[in-house]
């Protein structure tokens, strides 16, 4: 099966497509890194070619390697945080399987983003309710496909699906915060080392 | 042996020739010229204004000025100089020289630390005489005439601190005066010297914290809290169509405001504005905040505002628009330390008080900024075809102009050439302006072009069904093999 089918079906039928993804022998991880990669030259491709009443940055403001790092990270982190906190509570779910099929994530992105771009090139600010209809009803869609993954995969009920998909997003903050501090301790100690180098070279 | 010994002669003459000339000094201004584009950066940009010449004086009739605080241009270009430390005002030409002296050595005309001017039309001069608590009014020659004392209302209050420091008068006689640290707004006096009440007062922004405090101070804490009182006023201007124009201290937005005969801001009728630069510079880790100490109107309108704290001009269209930026703090001629005023002739200079330095410094505009007030007066009247040529020139010499990319895109939205609009307003970084040219430019195209659209459009939803249809029957194909193995 080609990547577009799975897009296609992860879109159509998102119940069956996560249930029959687990049980896909070869290739998952493939496609995984082939959407999120994807989905990134969408975000690359909005950027270069958004209509300008509808682009947000000016092309001298945009660095590529600071929106790939926005599109590959929170995958990456939604899927160690969703294993942490499944496991717990006696998800079902194996680690590459949420890591694999959460990349799915960005398929209603890909899906709608890609035309948005081109239309928005004939579009003016008086249709701005429009362009934003379309970008809640992404949003929408985005969250409901994560959250049918979750629910399939770990095989919860419900409203412990959603319950779970919140613990997810505050573990991910954790992650960060932790991340930037201890990017900020090791920083401080490095910085304490050289110090006392410095000064003790100065000494002597 | 002999030509060689003439020829060090004359290398050793003409050395001592080449060093007698004079170098070619160019006039290299000492503030970098910039203005603030859409996206609120700063680009370089050409000085509309730069530094002439200074009074400051130093072996003239009217002798040294010391802590200048005021600065008045009559309508026949001499000018008014409040020499604050000497207890004067000063009456000179644009030439330096001396035309008249107000403020006698004693008696009731004697004044005391003035910091305001204002002559009427029939030469009459007031004078703020702020330590003396008065307006004192002199005639064309010199002679005092009367003054206004502390004027009595209930109004006023009983702790009201007279302190006058700029006025202006308008056609009915009306006198309408800043006094410092009064918030109420300005007083105005009837020529009688009766108080007729405050005019434009600022307001009170709400603020979430201020209301949080009151919610959890109890009532001796409450007292504590010094009471939030209205931003003053600094000083005032009237154009020559009788609004008064007005500078704020204490406030980020809309520190310049255009009062009307009822003391509403038409300025910034519309949304606030921030006036001055945008960033401040940071002293002991705090965004310091402007002051804007005088304001002053030319006669095409265009408004000149001097922030105390950057001490630099900012000159605004009369909608607004950012034109120039000059001046800054500094030792150099052309830079201030304390400026207290600016005031505009009616040729086009501008000048500047210094209180520290005691002197005036004038600045004469740059062809760039003759270039751009011709524009910028073309366009606030409206006459946009006549305005194109000008702005593109202002464009040909300095394409940071913003202002320009943006006048010359809606001149051709007017015009109906709604692409070349989109390409301008782009420039100018400016959304609205590109999304309404490119709004009436679809309009237009799909109007002109409606027989093509159709065809494309019927064309292709035939070909995806045609499409769709064989791969359907393709993948019924497929199906139908595949269950049959």
Known sequence: MGTLKLMKKSLVHPLDFFYDYQFMERSKLKYAIIIVCLAFCTKVINLMFAGYSFSYMETYQVSIPFEAVWIFLPWLTWAVSNWAVSTIVEGEGKFIDILTSSAFFYVPYIVIMLPFTFVSNFMSLKELSLALFIMYFMQFWMIFILVVQVKVLHDFEFGKTIWISLLTAVGMILIWFVCIMIFGLVNQSIQFVLDIYKELSYRS | ?485
Not at chain 2, 101 to 126: A, C, M
Not at chain 2, 142 to 154: H, L, N, R
Not at chain 2, 429 to 452: C, I, M, P, Q, W
Not at chain 2, 461 to 479: C, P
Request: charged fraction near 20%; hydrophobic fraction near 40%.
């Open chain 2, 1 to 485: 042996m002999r030509t060689s010994r003439t020829m060090n002669i004359i290398v050793f003459l003409l050395v001592i020739v080449l060093l007698g000339i004079p170098t070619n000094v160019s006039a290299e201004s000492p503030y970098r010229g910039y203005i603030y584009d859409n996206l609120d950066n700063t680009p370089a940009s050409i000085n509309g204004y730069l530094y002439a010449d200074s009074i400051d004086g130093i072996g003239k009739e009217f002798g040294n000025l010391k802590a200048p605080e005021d600065l008045f241009i009559a309508p026949d270009d001499t000018i008014y100089i409040v020499d604050s430390g000497n207890n004067r005002v000063i009456h000179i030409t644009q030439n330096q020289e001396l035309i008249g002296i107000y403020g006698d050595k004693e008696g009731k005309g004697l004044l005391n630390t003035p910091k305001g001017v204002f002559v009427d039309t029939q030469g009459s001069v007031y004078v703020a005489d702020t330590l003396n608590r008065r307006i004192a009014l002199f005639d064309k020659s010199g002679q005092f005439v009367k003054e206004f004392t502390q004027p009595v209302s209930p109004l006023l209050g009983d702790k009201f601190v007279y302190s006058p420091s700029k006025l202006i008068v308008d056609k009915r006689g009306y006198l309408f005066v800043v006094s410092d640290g009064a918030s109420q707004g300005l007083m105005q006096i009837r020529p009688d010297g009766q108080f007729a009440g405050f005019f434009g007062a600022n307001h009170v922004n709400f603020s979430w914290t201020r209301v949080l405090v009151r919610l959890v101070a109890s009532e001796e804490q409450k007292e504590q809290i010094a009471s939030v009182r209205p931003p003053e006023f600094s000083n005032l201007y009237q154009d020559n169509e009788g609004f008064i124009y007005t500078s704020t201290l204490g406030v980020p937005i809309n520190q310049i405001k255009r009062l009307s005969a009822v003391g509403v801001d038409t300025l910034n009728a519309y949304t606030d504005f921030r006036y001055g630069d945008l960033y401040m510079p940071i002293s002991n880790g705090t965004e310091l905040l402007d002051a804007f100490v005088d304001v002053s109107i030319s006669n095409s309108g265009l408004i000149s505002a001097l922030d105390q704290t950057t001490g630099r001009v900012f000159q605004y269209d009369k909608l607004g628009n950012l034109l120039f930026i000059f001046g800054g703090i500094g030792q150099q001629d052309g830079l201030f330390k304390t400026p207290t005023s600016v005031a505009e002739t009616t040729d086009g200079m501008i000048y500047v008080a210094d209180r520290t330095r005691n002197r005036i410094d004038s600045f004469y505009t740059t062809p760039f900024g003759d270039l751009v007030h011709h524009a910028s007066e073309l366009y606030v009247e409206g006459k946009y075809d006549q305005a194109f040529g000008p702005w593109n020139e202002v464009l040909h010499l300095n394409a940071n102009y913003d202002l320009a990319n943006y006048v010359i895109g809606k001149t051709f939205f007017r015009k109906q050439q709604y692409g070349d609009a989109m390409t301008y307003f782009q420039l100018a970084k400016h959304k609205e302006g590109y999304s309404d040219a490119l709004h009436e430019y679809r309009k237009v195209y799909v109007r002109d072009n409606f027989g093509t659209i159709m065809t494309v459009l019927i064309a292709s939803i035939i070909f995806i069904r045609l499409l769709l249809m064989a791969y359907r029957k393709r993948w019924y194909t497929v199906f139908r093999s595949n269950k049959s193995i």
